[in-house]
Nanobody
């Protein structure tokens, strides 16, 4: 298990940028065991959806709605995962959750951070 704490959520105007951070209690994506980090978001009344995913080895995935605008990355120590969000749209509004998966420990979730994009 790994503990995750998100930060960086804010109320912003459409077109602005924002960076979310997820601090992990231990290094992640450093071995094949700790193999997946991801960001999900959940809008009010809607299902939680995958936004971006990063796997051990560096493979990244983005949902169609954010591709080209968002970027997932880690710091050099692999203790923090970031989500750079550019050209934000009102549809990007929601609670963003940090997620981790390891082969030995299963799934871990952060508590979420609210992002609100106004038009």
């Amino acid at each position: 298990q790994v503990q995750l704490v998100e930060s960086g959520g804010d109320l912003v105007q459409a077109g602005e940028s924002l960076r979310l951070s997820c601090a992990a209690s231990r290094p992640i994506l450093s071995t094949s065991n700790s193999n997946t980090m991801a960001w999900f978001r959940q809008a009010p009344g809607k299902q939680r959806k995958l936004v971006a995913r990063l796997t051990y080895g560096g493979a990244a995935y983005y949902s169609d709605s954010v591709k080209g605008r968002f970027a997932i990355s880690t710091d050099s120590a692999k203790r923090t995962v970031f989500l750079e969000m550019n050209s934000l749209k009102p549809d990007d509004t929601g609670v963003y959750y940090c997620y981790h998966h390891s082969r030995s420990g299963g799934d871990s979730w952060g508590r979420g951070t609210q992002v609100t994009v106004s038009s």
